[in-house]
């Protein structure tokens, strides 16, 4: 009972909160963000208190155990079947309540500062409550059908809060795209789920994976691929990853919180979640599409001039490094990843935050409101302006490179050990996809350092924008010290050997790389093991290599960038990577156009023919033939016949009223003749 | 064929049917009401006589005190009561007079029909000292409720005409 | 008079009489009195069938004084609804209270 009330409270805080702040908002004010900030805080306690019971595997003994709490209940049925909602809560539950409490908590505390001025405080920090709360309800629940109903309600607090300043121009058009590209996704998600419901009667997620086994390949491939295709929305997969680069027209914290750290991340817990099932057909169209995004994300993050786009893309790259791991069946170094992933770039985020807002007040204080803050052609030499968020940056920046020390390096290099094995294993194409998975870590190494020194070092391309720029308050450097401190890789595993990836973390993550349905997962991770130093060195290199060419380039100012570019367009790269590989322009093409000229044909059908034609004409006749109908009906009919019932019905009444007398005597002679005529008639027969 | 002398007591009776008659005719017919009410009371009168034909002694006492000193003088009331006083004549019109003739004619037709058209089988019962006793016995005996029953009809009826007929207070 | 017809013919004279009254008379009291010939003939009746019936007791008489009674309590409403009557339209014309009229 404690328990259940224990898990529930991961729901009913975060949306007490919200429901607090969206009614009584108004009132509290600036006090809003204190009780939001409260209800996280005890929610952060009590996902704390909830990861020291999960029980980790012990690699001296070999051994685990279950550890687990579960708790279903009936939410309803028809005929003899029923559907239930409920939770379970495993290590993975519970390392990712504390992932979105802890990011959640902090984006609080980062964002009473951020959104100091705005008018719409308490309403934000109320959107913020219903997004934990649904995000929780995802990393909760028990069954796909609960998931998909909280998959729904992030969608729509992503939605809210990308939206969130909807005077301006952009952020309703990027809310939009963001909600519609999700629902592509999600179509796929439910008619999976349907499939899977159809042949295993249930979508308790334990039972499908206990139950899937006499299906169909085929059949259960499809399904899969569906399922996965709402994972491809959510996380900004190839090729519905177009969504999230607009999504950053939203407040940073925000950003930092749902588009970096746990809603983008929650098509990549989904996909883990159901990597048990998923056959290795399907995990092979999982890996590449992976592998596509990672790549094509890193190369259009190049030529990004926005500081939160660089960073958008960045995440496109890494989700999709996380699902190449969960396809080629490395769905533990998948999770390790989004965790050391969901720290680094929250930091990443808030610290680009930090300098947005410097930007801000800095082009505030000198009335410029055309320059853009987020550009970074604008920036440079913030290094001795803004030193802690400097430091944050600069470590987060070594995590997602890969710098040994750094909790990106355990992760990443754990996801490229299980690329190369498959490989290994498997030949042939599947070269591709180490190809991909090192070019983009060379590619990130690159283009964040780029981000670093376009920032931070150099000369200030603008003095009197730098002149007024000054570090930022006290709630916006403690998230980013803490989150700094937690892309250290000591955090995850308590050892200081970098090369040691094994430590508490792993520990309690370890036993889910032992199950799948299909595979033989013992194979697999003996495959990754034996290839882990060869990644290692081959990611230590291409990582050294990218950063080595970013400081060549925008440190020393030894090579022009424009000469670069100029060699890489020879085979087309560079313009590319401009035009984000023209996706956008290709969906513009081949999906808008055809559809907006279908639309003008259907509209010239419609009105031109359908509408001025025959409906018209239809109209005419209706005219006509009601014009003549009116006439018989008004002269034959109602004149006539009606009006001649009712004078019959009016003179027989007439006749009748008139015996109505109200002379008794009348009546009486009335009762003595019928009395009469009854004799008479008795007495003939 | 000679007509035989008729006994006294038929003669009686027939003169005493052509009084009731005539004077129920003088009833029906005399459009002033203060005639009608007194060939009323001939009709009573002759039919009391009638009763005593029929050794209905008590009966024909009854009559004569209940019909003829009580009904009658409250009828002759009400026609005093309901006539204006300045209305010299106080007359009353008929309407409905033909179809009222006719189809009372024909009821008498076919009554008068069935009478003497019936095989009456006649038991001849002894005439009587009295009646009075016997009468007495029955009210208090067999028929003790429908005589407690009419007794409070009666109550009711004499209420019931004092409620209807007394002054409406203004409200 | 061993004859049953003359009493029963006398009695349906009189009936007919009073229905005349009752169906012509306009003068409420007139129809009044037009019961009470009715009523005296049906005590004429029962006094008859009494007389000439095989019946050893008196009922007949019985109810011919239940018939009395009734016609001196139904007098009496008779007259009071007449004054009512008068006093509420100022007539005893029975044609005059056609409130029932349709």
New interface residues.
């Given amino acids: 009972m404690l328990e259940t009330f224990q898990i529930l409270s991961f729901l009913f805080l975060p949306l007490l909160s919200f429901v607090i702040l969206i009614f009584f908002g108004k009132k509290l004010k600036s006090h809003s963000s204190t009780l939001g900030m409260f209800l996280i805080g005890l929610m952060l306690t009590n996902s704390i208190f909830l990861i020291l019971k999960a029980e980790p595997y012990d690699f001296v003994l070999k051994t685990y155990n279950k550890w687990t709490l579960y708790k279903s209940f009936e939410w309803f049925s028809t005929g003899n079947f029923s559907i239930s909602l409920g939770y379970f809560v495993d290590n993975i539950t519970a390392i990712m309540l504390v992932v979105v409490s802890l990011i959640g908590f902090l984006v609080h505390l980062y964002s009473t500062e951020y959104m100091k001025d705005d008018p719409k405080y308490s309403r934000y920090f109320a959107f913020l409550g219903i997004f934990i709360f649904s995000m929780n309800g995802i990393v909760l629940a028990d069954s796909l059908i609960m998931i998909y109903v909280f998959w729904e309600l992030v969608g729509l607090s992503s939605f809210l809060l990308i939206g969130f300043w909807f005077e301006k121009e952009k952020p309703p058009l990027a809310a939009n795209k963001a909600f519609l590209t999700n629902r592509v996704g999600d179509i796929g998600m439910f008619i999976g789920i349907m499939i899977i419901f159809f042949h295993v009667g249930s979508f308790n997620i334990n039972e499908i994976i206990n139950g899937v086994s006499d299906m169909n390949k085929t059949l259960l491939t499809l399904a899969g691929v569906l399922v996965f295709m709402g994972a491809v929305g959510k996380s900004a997969q190839f090729p519905l990853h177009i969504w999230l680069p607009n999504a950053m027209e939203g407040p940073t914290p925000v950003s930092a919180l749902i588009h970096a750290a746990t809603m983008v991340a929650a098509g990549v817990y989904l996909t883990f979640r159901i990597f048990p099932f998923l056959t290795p057909d399907a995990l092979a169209i999982v890996a590449v599409i992976g592998a596509i995004t990672a790549v094509m994300a890193a190369i259009t993050a190049i030529t990004r001039n926005d500081i939160k786009a660089v960073l958008a893309y960045s995440t496109i790259s890494q989700l999709g490094y996380m699902v190449m791991a969960v396809g080629v069946g490395a769905p533990v170094y998948a999770f390790f990843h989004l965790v050391t992933h969901a720290m680094f770039k929250a930091c990443l985020f808030l610290c680009s935050g930090s300098v947005i807002h410097a930007m801000h007040h800095s082009l505030h204080h000198l009335h410029d409101h055309e320059t853009d803050p987020q550009d970074m052609n604008n920036m440079g030499g913030l290094k001795s302006k803004m030193p802690i968020t400097h430091a944050a940056m600069l470590i987060s920046t070594f995590a997602i490179a890969g710098v040994p020390f750094f909790s990106g390096f355990l992760s990443k290099d754990g996801i490229l050990a299980a690329v190369l094995s498959y490989y290994y294993k498997h030949g042939d194409w599947t070269i591709l996809l180490p190809i991909a998975g090192f070019g983009a870590a060379m590619i990130t190494a690159f283009y964040m350092f780029r981000l670093i020194f376009k920032t931070f070092y150099g000369e200030s391309k603008n003095k009197k924008i730098f002149k007024h720029i000054h570090e930022s308050p006290l709630p916006m450097t403690i998230p980013l010290i803490i989150l700094s401190v937690l892309s250290l890789a000591f955090a995850f595993t308590a050892n200081l050997n970098p090369l040691v990836s094994k430590g508490w973390f792993k520990s309690l993550i370890y036993k889910y790389s032992k199950s799948h349905n299909f595979m033989d997962m013992k194979y697999i991770n003996a495959g990754i093991d034996a290839a882990h130093y060869d990644a290692m060195y081959l990611s230590l290199f291409v990582a050294s290599i990218g950063i080595g060419f970013s400081v060549l380039i925008y440190l020393l100012r030894k090579i022009n960038p424009d000469n670069i570019s100029k060699v890489l367009n020879i085979i087309g790269l560079f313009s590319l990577s401009k035009n984000k590989f023209y996706v956008d322009k290709i969906y513009n093409f081949v999906l808008y156009r055809p559809f907006l000229k279908q639309t003008q044909i259907a509209s010239y059908i419609d009105w031109d023919f359908y509408d001025q034609k025959l409906i018209d004409a239809w109209g005419w006749i209706t005219l006509k033939v009601s014009k003549y109908s009116g006439i018989s009906d008004y002269s034959i009919l109602d004149q006539k016949i009606i009006d001649g019932t009712s004078h019959l019905t009016q003179y027989v009444s007439g006749q009748l009223?008139k015996t109505?007398?109200?002379?008794?005597?009348?009546y009486?002679?009335g009762v003595?003749?019928v009395?009469?005529v009854i004799?008479?008639l008795i007495?003939q027969i | 064929m000679s007509i035989p002398i008729p006994e006294l007591s038929v003669v009686l009776f027939f003169g005493i049917c052509g009084l009731i008659i005539a004077s129920a005719l003088l009833v029906v017919t005399s459009p002033n009401l203060v005639h009608s009410a007194v060939s009323l009371l001939f009709t009573f009168f002759g039919v009391a006589a009638v009763y005593i034909f029929l050794y209905a002694d008590f009966i024909a006492a009854t009559q004569v005190i209940i019909y003829v000193g009580g009904i009658l003088v409250l009828i002759i009331f009400g026609v005093m009561l309901t006539n204006k006083i300045e209305n010299a004549r106080i007359d009353s019109k008929t309407n409905n007079q033909i179809p009222g003739i006719v189809f009372t004619l024909s009821m008498l037709a076919m009554q008068f029909y069935i009478i003497l058209n019936t095989n009456w089988k006649i038991a001849e019962s002894e005439p009587r000292d009295t009646t009075v006793k016997e009468i007495g016995n029955l009210l208090l005996g067999k028929y003790l409720l429908p005589f407690e029953v009419i007794s409070i009809l009666l109550l009711a009826s004499l209420i019931g005409a004092a409620m209807l007929s007394r002054r409406k207070t203004e409200r | 008079m061993n004859y049953i017809q003359p009493f029963l013919m006398l009695a349906s004279i009189l009936f007919c009489l009073g229905l005349y009254a009752v169906i012509t008379r306009k003068n409420a009291v007139a129809i009044l009195m037009g019961i009470e010939l009715i009523l005296n003939s049906a005590n004429i009746n029962f006094i008859t069938f009494n007389r000439f019936g095989a019946y050893r007791t008196l009922d007949g008489h019985v109810f011919t004084i239940f018939v009395i009674v009734l016609a001196a309590a139904e007098a009496a409403v008779a007259l009071a609804i007449i004054i009512n009557l008068f006093k509420n339209i100022g007539t005893v014309d029975v044609d005059q209270a056609k409130e029932m009229k349709g």
Avoid at chain 1, 660 to 666: K, L, R, T
Wanted: net charge positive.
């Fill in positions: 009223r109505q007398s109200g002379i008794i005597q009348n009486l002679l003595l003749a009395l009469v004799i008479i007495n």
